[in-house]
Protein backbone atom coordinates (compact mmCIF):
# COMPACT_ATOMS: atom_id res chain seq x y z
CA UNK A 1 0.00 0.00 0.00
CA UNK A 2 0.92 3.62 -0.36
CA UNK A 3 3.25 5.01 2.55
CA UNK A 4 2.18 8.03 3.98
CA UNK A 5 4.69 9.13 7.07
CA UNK A 6 3.01 11.25 9.47
CA UNK A 7 5.24 13.27 11.99
CA UNK A 8 5.99 14.19 14.78
CA UNK A 9 4.63 10.52 16.25
CA UNK A 10 3.73 12.85 19.21
CA UNK A 11 3.26 15.51 20.95
CA UNK A 12 3.22 16.89 24.58
CA UNK A 13 2.34 20.86 24.68
CA UNK A 14 1.08 23.07 27.11
CA UNK A 15 -2.85 24.27 27.06
CA UNK A 16 -2.73 27.42 24.52
CA UNK A 17 0.19 26.53 22.77
CA UNK A 18 0.14 26.40 18.76
CA UNK A 19 0.88 23.04 17.57
CA UNK A 20 2.01 21.81 14.20
CA UNK A 21 1.78 18.56 12.22
CA UNK A 22 2.64 17.51 8.77
CA UNK A 23 2.17 14.50 6.42
CA UNK A 24 4.35 13.08 3.82
CA UNK A 25 4.31 10.48 0.40
CA UNK A 26 6.00 9.28 -2.38
CA UNK A 27 2.58 9.29 -4.39
CA UNK A 28 0.55 12.64 -5.11
CA UNK A 29 -2.44 12.68 -4.22
CA UNK A 30 -5.99 13.82 -5.43
CA UNK A 31 -7.32 14.81 -1.93
CA UNK A 32 -5.98 15.41 1.04
CA UNK A 33 -7.75 14.82 4.91
CA UNK A 34 -7.38 15.41 8.55
CA UNK A 35 -8.92 13.29 10.90
CA UNK A 36 -9.15 13.42 14.35
CA UNK A 37 -10.05 10.21 16.59
CA UNK A 38 -10.66 10.28 20.51
CA UNK A 39 -9.92 6.90 22.57
CA UNK A 40 -12.55 4.48 22.19
CA UNK A 41 -13.81 6.17 19.09
CA UNK A 42 -13.44 6.15 15.30
CA UNK A 43 -12.12 9.27 13.22
CA UNK A 44 -13.73 12.00 12.72
CA UNK A 45 -13.52 14.46 9.69
CA UNK A 46 -11.63 17.64 10.82
CA UNK A 47 -10.93 19.22 7.23
CA UNK A 48 -10.71 18.17 3.79
CA UNK A 49 -8.51 19.50 1.38
CA UNK A 50 -9.03 19.40 -2.65
CA UNK A 51 -6.80 22.02 -4.53
CA UNK A 52 -3.08 22.07 -4.19
CA UNK A 53 -1.40 24.63 -3.00
CA UNK A 54 -4.43 26.26 -1.14
CA UNK A 55 -4.81 26.73 2.88
CA UNK A 56 -8.51 25.81 4.36
CA UNK A 57 -9.67 27.23 7.56
CA UNK A 58 -12.23 25.54 9.94
CA UNK A 59 -12.17 27.71 13.52
CA UNK A 60 -8.80 26.77 15.27
CA UNK A 61 -7.60 24.41 12.25
CA UNK A 62 -5.88 25.26 9.53
CA UNK A 63 -4.80 23.12 7.08
CA UNK A 64 -2.89 23.38 3.52
CA UNK A 65 -2.67 20.68 0.32
CA UNK A 66 1.31 21.01 -0.34
CA UNK A 67 1.87 22.29 -3.86
CA UNK A 68 3.83 19.12 -4.54
CA UNK A 69 0.49 16.98 -3.82
CA UNK A 70 2.55 14.71 -2.01
CA UNK A 71 2.53 16.50 1.37
CA UNK A 72 0.31 18.58 3.87
CA UNK A 73 0.11 19.64 7.04
CA UNK A 74 -2.40 20.39 9.93
CA UNK A 75 -1.92 23.39 12.18
CA UNK A 76 -3.88 23.85 15.25
CA UNK A 77 -3.93 27.59 17.05
CA UNK A 78 -4.36 28.09 20.96
CA UNK A 79 -4.68 24.89 21.89
CA UNK A 80 -7.14 23.36 24.43
CA UNK A 81 -7.75 20.07 26.56
CA UNK A 82 -10.24 18.79 24.05
CA UNK A 83 -7.82 18.73 21.18
CA UNK A 84 -6.47 15.80 22.87
CA UNK A 85 -6.31 12.89 20.42
CA UNK A 86 -4.80 11.22 17.45
CA UNK A 87 -4.94 12.88 14.26
CA UNK A 88 -4.34 11.44 11.09
CA UNK A 89 -3.77 12.50 7.30
CA UNK A 90 -5.37 10.40 4.36
CA UNK A 91 -4.37 11.01 0.63
CA UNK A 92 -6.89 10.05 -2.27
CA UNK A 93 -5.97 8.14 -5.31
CA UNK A 94 -8.28 5.70 -6.12
CA UNK A 95 -8.91 4.88 -2.61
CA UNK A 96 -7.61 7.00 0.87
CA UNK A 97 -4.42 5.96 2.43
CA UNK A 98 -3.89 7.17 6.26
CA UNK A 99 -0.92 7.44 7.99
CA UNK A 100 0.41 5.95 11.24
CA UNK A 101 -0.78 9.22 13.68
CA UNK A 102 0.46 12.00 15.67
CA UNK A 103 -0.79 11.59 19.21
CA UNK A 104 -1.56 15.09 21.10
CA UNK A 105 -1.67 15.35 24.80
CA UNK A 106 -2.80 18.70 25.88
CA UNK A 107 -1.28 20.02 29.37
CA UNK A 108 -3.47 22.20 31.35
CA UNK B 1 -27.94 9.93 15.06
CA UNK B 2 -27.34 9.70 11.74
CA UNK B 3 -23.86 7.39 10.88
CA UNK B 4 -22.33 4.13 11.02
CA UNK B 5 -23.38 1.41 13.68
CA UNK B 6 -20.95 -1.28 14.42
CA UNK B 7 -21.62 -4.10 16.47
CA UNK B 8 -20.54 -5.70 19.08
CA UNK B 9 -18.09 -3.48 20.83
CA UNK B 10 -15.57 -5.52 21.84
CA UNK B 11 -14.85 -9.38 21.33
CA UNK B 12 -12.85 -12.24 23.15
CA UNK B 13 -12.44 -15.48 20.55
CA UNK B 14 -10.26 -18.48 20.81
CA UNK B 15 -7.84 -19.20 18.74
CA UNK B 16 -10.05 -20.97 15.37
CA UNK B 17 -13.11 -19.31 16.15
CA UNK B 18 -15.35 -17.65 13.91
CA UNK B 19 -17.69 -14.65 14.06
CA UNK B 20 -19.17 -12.00 12.04
CA UNK B 21 -18.91 -8.00 12.62
CA UNK B 22 -21.48 -6.51 12.10
CA UNK B 23 -21.67 -2.82 10.20
CA UNK B 24 -24.55 -0.39 9.06
CA UNK B 25 -25.14 3.17 7.94
CA UNK B 26 -27.75 5.11 7.32
CA UNK B 27 -26.88 8.08 5.28
CA UNK B 28 -27.87 6.38 1.91
CA UNK B 29 -24.02 6.15 0.85
CA UNK B 30 -22.97 4.16 -1.91
CA UNK B 31 -19.70 2.57 -0.39
CA UNK B 32 -18.47 0.88 2.57
CA UNK B 33 -15.21 -0.44 3.69
CA UNK B 34 -12.91 -2.50 6.62
CA UNK B 35 -10.33 -1.11 8.25
CA UNK B 36 -8.26 -2.91 11.02
CA UNK B 37 -6.32 -0.26 13.01
CA UNK B 38 -2.71 -1.37 15.19
CA UNK B 39 -0.63 0.28 17.07
CA UNK B 40 1.94 2.34 14.97
CA UNK B 41 0.54 0.73 11.94
CA UNK B 42 -2.94 3.38 11.43
CA UNK B 43 -5.86 2.13 9.42
CA UNK B 44 -4.91 -0.05 7.03
CA UNK B 45 -7.74 -1.42 4.68
CA UNK B 46 -9.12 -4.97 4.55
CA UNK B 47 -11.62 -5.47 2.11
CA UNK B 48 -14.34 -2.08 0.70
CA UNK B 49 -17.56 -2.44 -1.42
CA UNK B 50 -17.51 0.02 -3.93
CA UNK B 51 -21.26 -0.13 -4.53
CA UNK B 52 -23.90 -2.85 -3.46
CA UNK B 53 -22.70 -6.21 -4.98
CA UNK B 54 -19.54 -5.86 -5.36
CA UNK B 55 -16.61 -6.37 -2.93
CA UNK B 56 -12.74 -6.09 -3.54
CA UNK B 57 -9.52 -6.54 -2.00
CA UNK B 58 -7.75 -4.40 0.16
CA UNK B 59 -4.25 -4.09 1.70
CA UNK B 60 -4.82 -6.49 4.14
CA UNK B 61 -7.70 -9.21 3.26
CA UNK B 62 -6.12 -12.60 4.44
CA UNK B 63 -8.03 -14.59 6.52
CA UNK B 64 -11.23 -12.25 5.95
CA UNK B 65 -14.40 -12.57 4.20
CA UNK B 66 -16.93 -9.58 3.51
CA UNK B 67 -20.45 -9.52 2.46
CA UNK B 68 -22.21 -6.41 1.19
CA UNK B 69 -25.55 -7.54 2.12
CA UNK B 70 -27.75 -4.85 1.29
CA UNK B 71 -27.01 -0.64 0.45
CA UNK B 72 -27.16 -0.17 4.22
CA UNK B 73 -24.81 -3.30 5.20
CA UNK B 74 -21.28 -4.29 5.19
CA UNK B 75 -20.21 -7.47 7.39
CA UNK B 76 -16.64 -8.90 8.09
CA UNK B 77 -16.03 -12.30 9.09
CA UNK B 78 -13.32 -13.84 9.96
CA UNK B 79 -13.80 -17.93 9.49
CA UNK B 80 -10.82 -19.17 11.89
CA UNK B 81 -9.81 -16.08 14.05
CA UNK B 82 -6.25 -16.20 14.81
CA UNK B 83 -4.19 -13.95 17.36
CA UNK B 84 -2.79 -11.54 14.71
CA UNK B 85 -6.28 -11.11 14.07
CA UNK B 86 -6.14 -9.24 17.37
CA UNK B 87 -6.81 -5.70 16.59
CA UNK B 88 -9.70 -2.79 16.48
CA UNK B 89 -11.45 -2.80 13.75
CA UNK B 90 -13.56 -0.22 11.76
CA UNK B 91 -16.46 0.11 9.57
CA UNK B 92 -16.59 3.40 6.92
CA UNK B 93 -19.16 4.21 4.29
CA UNK B 94 -18.71 7.46 1.71
CA UNK B 95 -20.83 8.70 -0.57
CA UNK B 96 -19.45 9.53 -4.57
CA UNK B 97 -15.94 8.52 -4.73
CA UNK B 98 -15.16 9.23 -1.11
CA UNK B 99 -15.39 13.01 -2.11
CA UNK B 100 -16.23 14.25 1.03
CA UNK B 101 -14.44 11.70 3.06
CA UNK B 102 -15.27 8.68 4.81
CA UNK B 103 -17.36 8.71 8.00
CA UNK B 104 -15.95 5.85 10.79
CA UNK B 105 -18.16 3.88 13.05
CA UNK B 106 -16.87 4.30 16.71
CA UNK B 107 -15.16 0.53 16.22
CA UNK B 108 -15.00 -3.41 17.55
CA UNK B 109 -12.09 -4.17 19.38
CA UNK B 110 -11.39 -7.83 18.85
CA UNK B 111 -8.88 -9.89 21.22
CA UNK B 112 -7.78 -13.60 19.95
CA UNK B 113 -6.25 -15.59 22.48
Known amino acids: GQQLNQSPQSMFIQEGEDVSMNCTSS?????WLWYKQDPGEGPVLLIA?????KLTSNGRLTAQFGITRKDSFLNISASIPSDVGIYFC????????FGTGTSLTVIP | NAGVTQTPKFQVLKTGQSMTLQCAQD?????MYWYRQDPGMGLRLIYY???????DKGEVPNGYNVSRLNKREFSLRLESAAPSQTSVYFC????????????FGSGTRLTVV
Open chain 2, 92 to 103: ASSGVAGYYGYT
Open chain 2, 49 to 55: SASEGTT
Open chain 1, 27 to 31: SIFNT
Open chain 1, 49 to 53: LYKAG
Open chain 1, 90 to 97: AGQLSQFY
Open chain 2, 27 to 31: MNHNS
